[in-house]
């Protein structure tokens, strides 16, 4: 096992992992930027070295600063949590070059999965449903053209080098394709250094499903049940659920067994993501693979009683997946997620927290850094806390989130609570009717960002 992991991260993932460490008995070192100084990961860590000043260029995605950071800490592992330098093959190259520990999918995976036309290719060839589409990148606008009138409109360009919904371009119909072609291209270019596009049939109001996966370095895969992202905004999830209100007990062991069957494609290892569309009629589509620990690992943690995070770390050091192959989840959990923002105009509030009272109780779980008088730096994204409930059916976890969102005591800034208390209100969200235009009509049906709703 390994004796000491540095955090490559801040908030409360870097808390998360800290808190994992300690339950294993690993020393942890944090970094941080000079605006981070007063946060909870430098607090709790063994160890805390500064890596540079606030932007993240040049501290938490500086990959030489957090590499001396190792050394001088005698690090023998990495955690990267999620974003910043997560999905970064090269960061991962370099650290096993220097003899340290990566906790997460070697860098030819990350890589590969990171190219989003070879990622729908390997799904493909590992027998997982891809939409009708291009099965390389387009050659030119001609081409697209030819495809999208075969597959029919409208139909979605998407960067090879995006993901998570950047570089993205909707086609209705015939008029369109060329102009759109070349703006994709131009923009995923500047973008990404890479202009490839890749088509496909475009799913008009499809739901947002995502399968955990897992595997070790002996070759034993296992996926851990969905998770349904499809209240989200501008690609920013709002709301997470496991189970998946529209899965049935058949369906979810079939993507499973689909998500399970990639991952033998690829040789995976440690902790992964396949997100996929779902449409009205039950058909399922790999979108893409993520290659790190999310945000939302939460709600799979409840309903399986797993600690991810453990995982990560025990499976990165060796040792063996030994989990039930048909594990059935328990019960039912929701997260929402408080963002440091305006709940109507969605601005940043970056500030001070004045007042700051997490709630408690049966089955509520609050993953933060945040603390009473700690002021949220505007350089970084605006998660403050995660608010996970856990109870027997969806329609208590529902209540139990009404309750602890209602008992969750913020000042300083404005956070999203009462936005989300809102949306677990409303009767389609109730009834389980999801899909990823579910924020687009709830905010169209409350013109003032829906007060009274
Ligand atoms: C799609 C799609 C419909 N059809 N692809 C958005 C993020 C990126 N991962 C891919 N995305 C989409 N790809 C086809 N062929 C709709 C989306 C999409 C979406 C997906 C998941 C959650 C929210 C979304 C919001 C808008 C569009």
Redesign the pocket.
């Known amino acids: 096992m390994f004796k000491k992991i540095l955090i490559a991260n801040r908030g409360e993932i870097a808390l998360r992992v800290i808190q994992a460490c300690r339950e294993l008995g690993i020393q942890t070192v944090a970094v941080f930027s000079t605006a981070d100084r007063d946060s909870l990961h430098v607090t709790y860590a063994d160890e805390d070295v500064c890596i540079g000043p606030p932007p993240s260029k040049q501290s938490y995605l500086n990959i030489s600063s957090i590499l001396s950071a190792a050394e001088i800490t005698g690090a023998d592992a990495v955690h990267p949590g999620y974003g910043f330098l997560a999905e970064n093959a090269h960061f991962a190259e370099v650290l096993a070059e220097c003899g340290i520990g990566w906790i997460g999918p070697g860098p030819q995976v990350i890589r590969l999965m990171g190219d989003k036309a070879k990622a729908r290719q390997t799904a493909l060839a590992a027998g997982v449903p891809v ?1 009708p ?1 291009s099965q390389e990148p387009l050659a030119g606008a001609e081409e697209a053209a030819q495809l999208a009138a075969e597959v029919g409109y409208p139909v ?1 360009l ?1 960067a090879s080098a995006g ?3 950047r570089g ?1 371009r909707i086609v209705w119909d015939e008029g369109e394709i060329a102009g759109q072609f070349s703006t994709a291209s131009n923009e995923a270019e500047k973008a990404f250094g890479d202009g490839s596009i890749y088509l ?5 109001e ?1 739901r ?1 499903i995502e399968f955990q996966v897992f595997g070790d370095k002996h070759g034993n895969v296992v996926h851990l049940g969905e998770r349904e ?2 209240i ?1 905004r501008r ?1 920013q999830k709002l709301i997470e659920e496991s189970p998946s209100p529209a899965l049935t007990q058949e369906l979810r062991e079939e993507m499973g067994e689909a998500s399970v069957r990639l991952c033998r494609e690829v040789g995976y290892e440690n902790a992964g993501t396949i ?1 996929y ?1 779902l449409d009205q009629d039950g058909r399922y ?1 790999f ?2 693979m993520n290659t790190r620990i999310q945000v939302e690992h939460p709600v799979t943690e409840m309903v399986t009683g797993i600690d991810l995070v453990k995982l990560q770390i025990q499976v990165a050091a060796g040792e063996r997946l030994t989990l039930p192959p048909n594990m059935k989840p328990r019960g039912h959990a929701i997260e929402c997620r408080v963002n440091a923002e305006n709940p109507v105009t969605f601005a940043p509030s970056p500030g001070p927290l004045k007042t700051f009272h997490p709630p408690g109780g049966p089955g509520t779980r609050v993953d933060t850094h945040g603390y009473e008088d700690y002021v949220i730096p505007p350089h970084y994204d605006s998660l403050v806390a995660k608010v996970i409930v856990h109870d027997r059916s969806r329609t208590e976890a529902i209540a139990r989130m009404r309750r602890a969102l209602d008992f969750f005591v913020v000042e300083g800034i404005q956070t999203s609570i009462p936005l989300h208390r809102r949306i677990l209100r409303d009767p389609d969200f109730q009834a389980g009717k999801l899909s ?2 579910f924020m687009e009509r709830f905010l169209q049906g409350t013109p003032s960002g829906g007060g009274e709703k």
């Open positions: 939409l589409g979605i998407k993901g998570g919904g993205m496909e049939k475009y799913l008009v499809p947002h992202c499809s989200q690609h997100e569309l589509y979108m893409e990823t235009r």
